[in-house]
């Protein structure tokens, strides 16, 4: 009898130590996730939510020797609504909506009517749209005009105008020079001297922190969360613009 208790016993014993051996493994794996590899794990779930993307710095001029502009870059806004910021309430959207209705279709989109403008903002609004197209390619001026819209007047967090600001490069002399000057373009090879000082005149590009929301739209944070770029350098030529104006008019004459 006192073997078979002492066998029982003994059983006893190896299962509580296997429980305590178990018990201590599973509590090492939560401190190990929770304390040492913490970090790692918040950080790849707000790699989900939250990233940030790069801002494109304000490209520098390409000047004459005169000192006149030869190319620069010109700034134009691609214009978005958060229908679900967190301060743009629904007593104010619905006493205001006629009136940015009116605003809208007068100076942004005057190919629809004030009632249609109307009812794409309410189902817009009643849809929770957090990133919808306004407006693209609009001036510095025209986007002043518009931050005095109502509700967009109160601004981003309360009026919920999201701002996208894009630039597009120009040169004020046309074809004058223009192939030594050379082309920035999009998704293309650099030419002339847009690429020959393409080092200086990029500057540093920024960051913006952006956050994903339903739907897959990627909508600004806030303005606190970007990151300002550096404007890159400015260049300064040999060319003379009188001297080739003159010589391209001697040739037309000719």
């Known amino acids: 009898m006192k073997d078979v208790k002492r066998e029982l016993l003994i059983r ?5 130590l296997a429980m305590v051996g178990v018990a201590g493994m599973l509590f090492y794996k939560a401190a190990k996730i929770s304390i040492v590899e913490g970090d790692h794990w918040r950080n790849m779930g707000d790699s989900l939510y939250l990233k940030y993307v790069p801002i494109v710095a304000d490209r520098g001029d390409i000047l004459a ?3 006149s502009l030869m190319t620069t870059s010109l700034p134009f806004f691609d214009l978005h609504v958060d229908f679900k910021a967190d ?3 629904e007593d104010i959207f619905k006493a205001n909506v006629d009136s940015l209705a009116y605003y809208l279709t007068r100076y942004v989109n005057t190919s629809v009517s ?3 403008m109307r009812d794409w903002l309410i189902q817009k609004r009643r849809s929770g749209d957090r990133y919808a197209l306004l407006a693209k390619g609009v001036s510095i001026r025209d986007l002043e005009q518009i931050k005095t819209f109502p509700i967009f007047r109160m601004g981003k967090n309360k009026g919920g105008l999201i701002i996208d600001r894009q630039h597009v490069r120009v040169k004020p002399y046309k074809l004058l020079a223009s192939r030594t000057l050379g082309l920035d373009r999009e998704n293309a090879q650099l030419i002339g001297l847009e690429r020959t000082f393409d080092e200086y005149l990029a500057g540093e590009e920024g960051q913006r922190l952006m956050q994903r929301v339903t739907g897959g739209a990627w909508i600004p944070v806030s303005n606190l969360g970007d990151l300002e770029g550096q404007r890159g ?7 003379n613009p009188e001297i ?3 010589q391209s008019m001697h040739y037309l004459k000719g």
Not at 12 to 16: G, H
Request: net charge positive; aromatic share 4%.
């Open 244 to 246: 080739r104006t003159s």
């Open 12 to 16: 006893v014993y190896i299962v509580a």
């Open 65 to 67: 020797a005169d000192g």
């Open 87 to 89: 301060g743009l309430r």
């Open 233 to 239: 350098a400015d260049v300064v030529t040999t060319i």
């Open 114 to 116: 004030k009632t249609q």
